[in-house]
Structures are given as C-alpha cells and as structure tokens.
C-alpha cells in the first residue's frame, strides 16, 4: 500500500521559513517525480514545485514561489522536503505532498499539511 505522510507544517509570521517534509512507502520511490501542491481557501489545487526522479536533477517552481521555496529529494529516506523561505500571506494553504509513478502515470497523494502565514 503506497502511502505519502507529510509534516512541518504550523503556523508562521510573514518572513518566517518552514520545511516541509513528505516521507513515502510501498513504493520505489526513488524513480519517481515527487511534487509539492497547496489549495487555499475557495482556490483550486495548484502546483507549487516539482523533482524528477532519480538523482531529481530537473526541478519545477510555480512563478510565484521561485527564489523563494526549494524542493529536493533524499531517495536513502525516501523522503521528498519542500523548504519555503520568505513566506508571505498568500502562501496560506494546505500543502500536499505528491508522487507521480513512472510508469503508470498514476498520482498519489499525501493526506495534506496545514501552513498559516501571518501578517
């Protein structure tokens, strides 16, 4: 059973930094293309960033994150971290973790994370 688990989520001033995390199972992960996703309030899911697999050297940013948030990948964890530096009100969402399988195309996704930026 391929489950996601993500973590590191809170809440925080604007400015402020957190890391989220996003540990996987059941599944090889380290071919797979791991992506960070939010949805806020009223708005559809959007993506955030997103790794390729293997040594996740092609990496992926919304526009309004870039300079400002970096995905990486540790496939000895198998484990994917969003860290988000500057953060500002807007970034106020659930961040989802998810993985998209190689092969299958299928998507799999996290149960989500909370992350409040105040102003």
């Known amino acids: 059973q391929v489950q996601l688990k993500e973590s590191g989520g809170g809440l925080v001033q604007s400015g402020g930094s957190l890391r989220l995390s996003c540990a996987t199972s059941?599944?090889?992960?380290?071919?797979?293309?791991m992506g960070w996703y939010r949805q806020a309030p009223g708005k559809q899911r959007e993506l955030v960033a997103r790794?390729?697999?293997?040594?996740?050297?092609?990496?992926t940013y919304a526009d309004s994150v870039k300079g400002r948030f970096t995905i990486s990948r540790d496939n000895a964890k198998n484990t994917v971290y969003l860290q988000m530096n500057d953060l500002k009100p807007e970034d106020t969402a659930v961040y989802y973790c998810?993985?998209?399988?190689?092969?299958?195309?299928?998507?799999?996704w996290g149960q989500g994370t909370q992350v409040t930026v105040s102003s």
């Open positions: 059941g599944i090889i992960f380290s071919l797979n293309t």
């Open positions: 790794i390729s697999g293997s040594s996740g050297s092609s990496t």
């Open positions: 998810n993985l998209h399988h190689l092969y299958s195309a299928y998507d799999y």
